[in-house]
T-cell receptor
Framework: AQSVTQPDIHITVSEGASLELRCNYS??????LFWYVQSPGQGLQLLLK??????LVQGIKGFEAEFKRSQSSFNLRKPSVHWSDAAEYFC????????????FGQGTTLQVKP | DTAVSQTPKYLVTQMGNDKSIKCEQN?????MYWYKQDSKKFLKIMFS???????INETVPNRFSPKSPDKAHLNLHINSLELGDSAVYFC??????????????FGNGTRLTVT
């Protein structure tokens, strides 16, 4: 069965430091991969997505992610974190069958220290 | 001009009651969804409608009944509420199902608390 794993439940980084959030997926074919961000009391906002082509994708708010098929990973990165980046981050994979259904990881809470 | 709007934002009710959550999208999308986020923030799909037709029905108790009067609205009715139904319920919409090129747009969620 398809699944998404985000190994880090909680990460704390200092403002200005670099960030990498890990995501591993389980899927036989080429996956559709997404990163969403959820601010407190808000819905989820799409940061970026990967369908095919260039394995390094750029998103909003200065985020990027790299698809590595050999590692079944789609890690999210940002070179310099801002205090406003503190939020919950979700990795997701499009389910088989092209129904539009997304399978989410359990999320990573990002805390930013001043 | 909110793209996906849900009402109410908060809902506190007692066990055994029946309640509804409403969702409307003004994006012209064909597909709408209900997701449930539990206390550990895990998100799981419940239902999906494409142009008023049910296309995804996950393993959800039949106390939960979605209704889509038109493609811009997808409401969720819950009968005989139980403590375990306490969660945040998110409505979302997207372009035609099966085209992941159109990402999900989420509402801000409805926090349901059953006492």
């Amino acid at each position: 069965a398809q699944s998404v794993t985000q190994p880090d439940i909680h990460i704390t980084v200092s403002e200005g430091a670099s960030l990498e959030l890990r995501c591993n997926y389980s899927y036989g074919a080429t996956p559709y991969l997404f990163w969403y961000v959820q601010s407190p009391g808000q819905g989820l906002q799409l940061l970026l997505k990967y369908f095919s082509g260039d394995t390094l994708v750029q998103g909003i708010k200065g985020f990027e992610a790299e698809f590595k098929r050999s590692q079944s990973s789609f890690n999210l990165r940002k070179p310099s974190v801002h205090w406003s980046d503190a939020a919950e981050y979700f990795c997701a994979v499009g389910a088989e069958g092209n129904t539009g259904k997304l399978i989410f990881g359990q999320g990573t809470t990002l805390q930013v220290k001043p | 001009d909110t793209a996906v709007s849900q009402t109410p934002k908060y809902l506190v009710t007692q066990m055994g009651n029946d309640k509804s959550i409403k969702c409307e999208q003004n994006l012209g999308h064909d597909t709408m969804y209900w997701y449930k986020q539990d206390s550990k923030k895990f998100l799981k799909i419940m239902f999906s409608y494409n142009n008023k037709e049910l296309i995804i029905n996950e393993t959800v108790p039949n106390r939960f009944s979605p209704k889509s009067p038109d493609k811009a609205h997808l409401n969720l009715h819950i009968n005989s509420l139980e403590l375990g139904d306490s969660a945040v319920y998110f409505c979302a919409s997207s372009g035609p199902a099966g085209t992941y090129n159109s990402p999900l747009h989420f509402g801000n969620g409805t926090r349901l608390t059953v006492t």
